[in-house]
């Protein structure tokens, strides 16, 4: 369930096994609506091979603090890009399904149950119930999963609000990305401009309230503004981000993945690497237990195992800098803007940033500055402890 990057690699990674898979999309288009920036590393490409998709690419980011100071990380050479995010998903599906998966576009997946040792699910599709049999269900229906929610595997700890605006006429350099840090941009998370060939992507996310009048308020702000005076909208994207860490993303017959299982960076917001390389977990997982037609939790457990010890650190470690950052105030950042910037701490996050990875430079620079242990939570400051050596 869900043509996503997800449920998309997964398909067709099963499908390619030689098993019959059905690739239900509750929209009638794949890729839309678009709720995501579109910004990757170059390391998803060595999951999927739809690099036709980019359309752009980054060497850096502009952060700009409450006040409107700047501080500029310059990796030099291409440390991400930009995809076309309706094309990039309908490459996978369209891998998918030449690997021999079926589409059912426009179709609403109603309900779900467990029967005669599989599920059945029932279906609106065109106005019309059917009812599909499956052994295994993997629901990769985003934010609000209703996989999930029948078969009692999980629900967010929170979910972000965000909203983006795609604009022609940004005036930034197309090599780098701005963020935008503080209560006045966007409340509890950042702001952000992502150029997009031709044209940008201006966004933020929340901790909760109304992003549509947050981001009026942000493109007002006179550190925004100079960057998007001439800017002209061409399509609106609203979304969410699901944080929180799953004690279990499987169940008998069932997985979920991508943002079903919270597969997102609480740093970042991004959730398409970390959504393809626990796909191939999934996918691994339901082609062993299809071999073996085992479909219980135990089976199952496997995939939860793999993920988790693959990514499941790094969730957690951008889980809980996201609870500490999502408590700072103003002046605060601002004091962490005045430890920022130094030629050395700046050569530690333009040598060791890594938007997938972000746990990696952060504590490469509370080594070189400890005051920024101040800043974090309590549950943040023994995990530093403990990985650190403080």
Aim: glycine share 12%; charged share 25%; aromatic share 8%.
């Amino acid at each position: 369930m869900g043509a996503g990057p997800a449920g998309g690699y997964t398909a067709g990674r099963i499908a390619k096994a030689g098993y019959e898979v059905a690739l239900l999309e509750e929209h009638r288009e794949i890729g839309e609506p678009i709720q995501c920036g579109g910004l990757v590393t170059p390391r998803v490409f060595d999951i999927v091979s739809c690099k036709e998709t980019i359309i752009g690419e980054v060497h850096g980011a502009e952060i700009f603090s409450p006040s409107g100071r700047r501080i500029v990380i310059d990796g030099g050479d291409r440390e991400a890009v930009v995809v076309d995010r309706a094309m990039f998903d309908r490459a996978i599906v369209t891998q998918a399904l030449r690997n021999g998966a079926h589409s059912f576009l426009g179709a609403q997946a109603a309900a779900a149950r467990r029967e005669n040792g599989g599920v059945e699910v029932l279906v609106d599709q065109d106005g019309q119930s059917r009812r599909l049999r499956c052994k295994i269900l993997i629901g990769a229906d985003g934010v609000r999963s209703s996989v999930a929610k029948w078969f009692n595997i999980l629900r967010p700890k929170k979910i972000l609000p965000g909203f983006e605006v795609e604009m022609v006429g940004v005036e930034s350099d197309p090599g780098l990305v701005q963020l935008f840090v503080g209560h006045d941009y966007a409340p509890g998370f950042f702001g952000w401009i992502i150029p997009s060939g031709d044209t940008a992507r201006v966004g933020l996310c929340m901790d909760a309230g109304n992003t549509y009048a947050q981001l009026e308020k942000m493109l007002a702000h006179p550190t925004v503004r100079p960057f998007v005076k001439r800017a002209q909208p061409i399509l609106y994207i609203a979304g969410g981000i699901p944080l929180g860490f799953p004690k279990r993303s499987h169940a008998d017959n069932v997985m979920i993945v991508g943002d079903a299982a919270c597969q997102a960076k609480g740093t970042s917001g991004g959730g398409i690497f970390t959504a393809l390389l626990c796909s191939t977990f999934c996918a691994q997982t339901a082609i062993e237990a299809l071999e073996r037609a085992d479909y219980g939790a135990k089976m199952l457990h496997r995939y939860h195992k793999a993920w988790t010890g693959s990514m499941g650190k790094e969730l957690r470690k951008d889980l809980a800098i996201h609870d500490s950052f999502s408590r700072l105030t103003d002046p605060q950042i601002e004091e962490i803007f005045d430890i920022l910037d130094n030629p050395q701490v700046l050569r530690i996050i333009q040598e060791m940033g890594d938007i997938d990875f972000p746990s990696k430079v952060g504590w490469a620079l509370l080594r070189e500055e400890p005051r920024l242990l101040k800043y974090l939570g309590k549950a943040l400051r023994a995990m530093v402890a403990k990985t650190v050596g403080f």
